[in-house]
Antibody
């Protein structure tokens, strides 16, 4: 059974970098039939897809335009995990952050991490 | 970006009621439409994928229909555990986008 376990700091100061990691069990970050995504949820923005990484002979990443200049999503094949870095955060980045899997067979977010509430505050 | 609009934003219903939630895409997305259920404090859970396919383990009282721009999620007989917020999401193109949610409350 596939599980995603999130880890990372729960509080970030404005202008600093938000960093989260998602450890995968029961599947592989290198799978050619899945993509690995980050989504956030806040009362003001609802559910917002931030980006994804996936392997199809080589690695690809896609990012939402709203965060494209500040975001990096990286796979780590040695630890079977992927990470989110969001630079220069502001209070508007306060949200619950989720890592998720999209399986190619379903084309939907079928596996979710537990979520991490990240307040951005001094 | 493809905008997803859900209606209503909230509804009150009783156990046993038939409930229908609609989702409209700003352009045609064929059948690339998914539905999720979210309980407070939890991650969303996949209910329906590809507009009409029931995810494994999801009760058969949930069903989805539609294609193109107009979609529907139906709960045939509302159960106590169904009181939650429901979201639609398009997987036709990036950025992947969600509807604003429909909160189903107890009448």
């Amino acid at each position: 059974q596939v599980q995603l376990q999130q880890s990372g700091p729960g509080l970030v100061k404005p202008s600093q970098t938000l960093s989260l990691t998602c450890a995968i069990s029961g599947d592989s970050v290198s799978s050619n039939s899945a993509t690995w995504n980050w989504i956030r949820q806040s009362p003001s923005r609802g559910l917002e897809w931030l980006g994804r990484t996936y392997s199809r002979s080589k690695w690809y990443t896609d990012y939402a335009v709203s965060v494209k200049s500040r975001i990096t999503i990286n796979p780590d094949t040695s630890k079977n995990q992927f990470s989110l870095q969001l630079n220069s955060v502001s209070p508007e980045d306060t949200a619950v952050y989720f890592c998720t899997r999209v399986s190619s067979r379903l084309g939907a977010f079928d596996i979710w991490g537990q979520g991490t509430m990240v307040p951005v505050s001094s | 970006d493809i905008q997803m609009t859900q209606s209503p934003s909230s509804l009150s219903a009783s156990v046993g009621d038939r409930v229908t939630i609609t989702c409209r895409a700003s352009q045609s997305i064929s059948s690339y439409l998914n539905w999720y259920q979210q309980e407070p404090g939890k991650a969303p859970k996949l209910l329906i994928y590809g507009a009409t396919s029931l995810q494994s383990g999801v009760p058969s009282r949930f069903s989805g229909s539609g294609s193109g721009t107009d979609f529907t999620l139906t709960i045939s007989s509302l159960q106590p555990e169904d009181f939650a917020t429901y979201y639609c999401q398009q997987s036709y193109s990036t950025p992947l986008t969600f509807g604003g949610g429909t909160k189903v409350e107890i009448k």
